[in-house]
């Protein structure tokens, strides 16, 4: 695979999202604007600016016609994407660290960070009620940040991924407290990913393990080491593997004897947890990555800066999986 280099942002790249057709592709970066590229051939298509400061999470609807940022300068909106003029804002207490649409686009679920003496805090939001009060909340209860909440099926619950390396499942229809809580993690679970159907969900954590979750009743079905820590897993809408990605720290490259394989993202057989293959690129951690929604290509952002946009060879599709 040749990649195509995408460099529209000037500082680590800190999510990215293919919108449902796989021809968008969505980065957000550690600056106050955001940009979506065609997936064909890499060509930015246009920049969102009215963020004040980094832009951490990102999330398109299910036609395309708007996307969710949350951002540092604690607001989360939502902006046209044919046009990129903003069309509503969410003010929060704290940083927006994580958005995510629930089924249907019409609400959705935004993390503020614990600082300023609030809890890390989950919030539900009507789309089309523009800045008015939550639909609900959702308070930690502890002192750990959250780095990652997601949907789960039906929009029946929220699952939430913590510094203290514990996953917590609530059911928003019942009490603030988790009905499920993970702990097979020992370290900062830094990002959660659920597949297209919402069946399974896949965790990465700085343990050096991704796991791979039964969305319904939470068990923990395969574990993947990565041996480095991690940052990013993903799970292939097309054949029976995972993606990984991560590395060391960055203020801890210097200090370590690693090279540049330690960032390399890695490809594991979802049910027999063999490593089955890599693809190098990136200087520095990789600190997002996704499929595309066709699963024909997949798509690397890391703390270099750079989105390396990837379409698998002819031969990929033609080997056993």
Request: net charge neutral; aromatic share 10%.
């Amino acid at each position: 695979m040749r990649p195509i280099l995408l460099k529209g942002q000037e500082r680590a790249i800190t999510d990215l999202k293919y919108n449902r057709d796989s021809d968008l592709l969505f980065t957000t970066s550690k600056t106050n604007i955001f940009c979506v590229w065609y997936t064909d051939n890499g060509e930015r298509l246009g920049t969102f600016t009215g963020h004040r400061s980094a832009v951490w999470a990102i999330d398109v609807e299910a036609d395309s016609n708007k996307c969710l940022s949350g951002s540092a300068d604690f607001s989360a909106k939502i902006w046209s994407v044919e046009n990129g003029k903003e069309i509503n804002s969410w003010s929060h207490k704290a940083p927006v660290r994580a958005v995510n649409f629930g089924v249907g686009d019409r609400q959705f679920l935004s993390v503020t960070d614990m600082v300023f003496g609030e809890p890390a805090t989950v919030w539900v939001w009507d789309v089309n009620a523009g800045g008015s009060k939550a639909a609900h909340q959702i308070t930690l209860g502890t002192e750990s940040k959250i780095n990652s909440a997601v949907w789960g099926p039906l929009n029946k619950t929220i699952i939430t991924a913590s510094e203290d390396g514990v996953i917590r499942v609530f059911d928003i229809r019942k009490s603030q407290e988790p009905v499920k809580v993970l702990t097979e993690h020992t370290k900062n679970v830094v990002q959660l990913n659920m597949n297209a159907d919402k069946t399974l969900m896949i965790s990465a954590s700085r343990d050096t393990t991704a796991r791979l979750y039964d969305a319904y009743d939470f068990e923990n079905l395969k574990t993947y080491n990565f041996e480095r820590p991690l940052n990013t897993a993903a799970i292939s809408p097309l054949k029976e593997e995972v993606l990984i990605g991560g590395g060391a720290d960055a203020v801890n490259i210097t200090t370590t004897k690693a090279g540049v394989n330690q960032f390399r993202c890695r490809f594991f057989h979802m049910i027999f947890e063999e490593d089955i293959g890599s693809v190098a690129g990136h200087f520095g951690p990789v600190n997002v990555l996704s499929y595309s929604s066709d699963g024909r290509g997949f798509a690397t952002g890391g703390e270099d800066g750079y989105v390396r946009l990837h379409h698998f060879d002819k031969s990929y599709f033609n080997k056993r999986n």
